[in-house]
């Protein structure tokens, strides 16, 4: 499955613990208030700004905790470009990790509303993307788009259920040594191209930044992975033998994609073992 947005590196962005304000929201991702769309639009294109959407998914106790947008290349296309929310629900949050809801839009006709499900791990930082268990959700630029991207954001939030019983089902699935070997292998096949040796080694990625991620769970193994793999800093050596140090990845879509495949895969070892 594809995204409806690609996002460049190092894209403008801004995350926070506690609820965005408009005014901070603005600072980084402008296009989320574009009073009009971009000119290239016909008139048969449904325009409501990110801004009223958002409004009305804090009036249902959906609130912004992470925003961004690309870079682009003409300055024209800067207030209307693609951006991406991350929003909670009030009864969402726990003292772990809180579900998130995953927005993505444009105002110039280069994606509809795109609605994910994720999940935020407070003790690394990390934003999780879940794979297809849960609800995909795109809104055309077509009719009620509002109305339509509220029911849209519940039907996310219903799937975290099976998001929550896949994630205690991977916490009750304990790996020896060689499958952890063997899922830390796989993982670095999906952000290293195939064909070339890796920087890093599956030991590597497998080692816990923290104490309590040194247990065997499944679900231990999968954050460790997703955690050294995302947030980069890692020593190795190119294919030529240099040294090298792995960077984070910065992309908001090769992100969203990465964590996404992992997420997969953890979820379908966890069939396979169930």
Avoid at 59 to 70: D, R, Y
Avoid at 96 to 106: H, M
Avoid at 203 to 221: E, T
Wanted: hydrophobic letters at 35%; a positive charge.
């Amino acid at each position: 499955m594809q995204l409806a947005s690609r996002f460049a590196s190092h894209s403008p962005t801004l995350r926070s613990d506690y609820p965005l304000s408009d005014d901070q929201i603005r600072r980084v991702a402008p296009s989320i208030f574009a009073d009009a769309p971009h000119e290239s639009r016909s008139e048969r294109y449904a325009y409501i700004p990110t801004a009223a959407v958002l409004a009305e998914l804090r009036k249902e106790g959906f609130e912004p905790f992470m925003a961004a947008q690309t870079r682009v290349r003409h300055d024209d296309r800067r207030d209307y470009t693609k951006h991406m929310l991350r929003l909670r629900h009030a009864s969402q949050i726990n003292g772990a990790e809180a579900n998130e809801i995953v927005l993505l839009n444009s105002h110039d006709g280069t994606s509809s509303y795109q609605m994910l499900a994720g999940m935020f791990r407070f003790v690394c930082s990390n934003g999780l993307v879940c794979g297809d268990t849960v609800a995909d959700v795109r809104v055309p630029h077509k009719g009620n788009v509002a109305e339509h991207v509220i029911e849209g954001a519940y039907e996310v939030l219903s799937g975290f259920d099976r998001v929550k019983e896949s994630r205690d089902s991977m916490r009750a699935i304990t790996l020896n040594d060689g499958e952890s070997e063997v899922f830390a292998r796989a993982a670095l096949a999906l952000k290293y191209d195939e064909g070339k040796p890796a920087p890093i080694t599956e030991s590597q990625i497998l080692m816990p930044r923290r104490f309590d991620d040194r247990r065997p769970d499944l679900w231990s193994v999968f954050n460790r992975t997703q955690e050294n793999l995302t947030q980069g800093g890692l020593r190795g050596h190119s294919a030529n033998g240099r040294r090298q140090q792995t960077r984070a990845v910065q992309g908001i879509d090769q992100n969203i994609r990465l964590n996404r495949a992992l997420w997969l895969l953890a979820d379908g070892l966890r069939q396979l073992k169930a």
